[in-house]
Structure formats: C-alpha cells, structure tokens
T-cell receptor, first 111, second 117 residues
Framework: TQLLEQSPQFLSIQEGENLTVYCNSS?????LQWYRQEPGEGPVLLVT?????EVKKLKRLTFQFGDARKDSSLHITAAQPGDTGLYLC???????????FGAGTRLFVKA | DAGVIQSPRHEVTEMGQEVTLRCKPI?????LFWYRQTMMRGLELLIY????????DSGMPEDRFSAKMPNASFSTLKIQPSEPRDSAVYFC???????????????FGEGSWLTVV
C-alpha cells in the first residue's frame, strides 16, 4: 500500500511567521499535487509538480518536489489568517490514475 | 461553469437504513472518484471510474458499499445497510485526462455529510 505521510499534523502560528510542511513517501510518483481545503468545502488544487527537483512558486507559497520524486514540501512566507486551512498532498503512481491523499496538515494562522 | 454537484448535502439516517449519495461530474470529464473523509482516517479513495467503467474499487470498505456509473453524467454510492461507523463526509470528484500529462486536476464537489445514528 502506498502511503503519503504529512507533517506536522497540526500547526498554529502567528500572522507574519514562515512555515514549512512536508509530504513523504517510500514510493516514487509520476506527479504530486498540493490541495487546500476549507471547512465545509472540497479540496482545491494549488499546484502540480511532475519533475524531480522542480520548484514552483505561487505568490507567498513555494512548492518543491524531491529529486527522487518521493517527497515534497510546501513553504509559506509571511503567513496570513487567510492561509488557514487543511493542506493535503496527493500523488499518482506512474502509469495510473489512482490518486491517494495524505492525512493533511491543519494550519491555523492567528491575527 | 457548473462544478461537481453532489446530493444530498447533509443526511442523517438510522442504523440499518439504505443511503444513496448522488453525483453529477463536470461535463466532459472522463474520470470520476468517490472519496470518504474522516478525522481519524483522512481522505480515502473508495473507487474510481474511467469512461463509466469501475477501474479500482479496492478502497470500498465492504460489501455494504456499492457504486455505479450508468452514464457519463451520473454516479451513485450506496450503503446498505448503514452503520454508525459509516458517518463521514463523502466526496465525489472528477477529472479529465489530457494526453499523457500525469498531473491533471481533480475537481471536488462540496461533499455529502452523512451521519448514521
């Protein structure tokens, strides 16, 4: 069974702080995605990374895919209360379309 | 554009009753997924379809669960009989495979909140 482990499970920080959350696995994936979920809604895609070592930036968010395509990180600079939510990583194995999700990191940014 | 539409949004039912959750995927999408989300287990893939055909149902917890996709615009997830441990948010999601790109976006509905008492 392929598993995605996310850490930390929960993070509570002050507005303006930086943070990094991680997504790790022992398996190699063809792509890895990060989603954000707000209460009462479904997850919404933030970014997709497909190349080992790839770095993508989305405003204050920086995403990195590990060289071996087994892990990823999400770094948020100067967090804001609007960043509060559940951050989920998702991965798809090579040649397939089955997409599994990590348990998520629940982020709370205090004003 | 309409997103993935799920119904009902909320359902409370008694143990032993049949529950049917419904989903209309985004038009033109050829993949449909059913996920279940709980605090304890996170977001679990139950089953997914490609062009209305079930491809992987290894996540379906037991025989009490069944899913169908009679056409490209409709799918159901049925639980019969329901049990309290089935209480969760059930998400339907759809996607479109564009060429060989491995990272197509999965679009989620707002979820069906099921409580079995």
């Amino acid at each position: 069974t392929q598993l995605l482990e996310q850490s930390p499970q929960f993070l509570s920080i002050q507005e303006g702080e930086n943070l990094t959350v991680y997504c790790n696995s022992s398996s190699v994936f063809s792509s890895l995605q990060w989603y954000r979920q707000e209460p009462g809604e479904g997850p919404v895609l933030l970014v997709t990374v497909v190349t080992g070592g790839e770095v993508k930036k989305l405003k204050r968010l920086t995403f990195q895919f590990g060289d071996a395509r087994k892990d990823s990180s999400l770094h948020i600079t100067a967090a804001q209360p609007g960043d509060t939510g559940l951050y989920l990583c998702a991965a798809r194995n090579t040649g397939g379309f089955k997409t599994i999700f990590g348990a998520g990191t629940r982020l709370f940014v205090k004003a | 554009d309409a997103g993935v539409i799920q119904s009902p949004r909320h359902e409370v039912t008694e143990m032993g009753q049949e529950v049917t959750l419904r989903c209309k995927p985004i038009s033109g999408h050829d993949y449909l997924f059913w996920y279940r989300q709980t605090m304890m287990r996170g977001l679990e893939l139950l089953i997914y379809f490609n062009n209305n055909v079930p491809i992987d149902d290894s996540g379906m917890p037991e025989d009490r669960f069944s899913a169908k996709m009679p056409n490209a615009s409709f799918s159901t997830l049925k639980i019969q009989p329901s049990e309290p441990r089935d209480s969760a948010v059930y998400f339907c999601a759809s996607s479109f495979r564009s060429g060989g790109f491995p990272g197509n976006t999965i679009y989620f509905g707002e979820g069906s909140w099921l409580t079995v008492v």
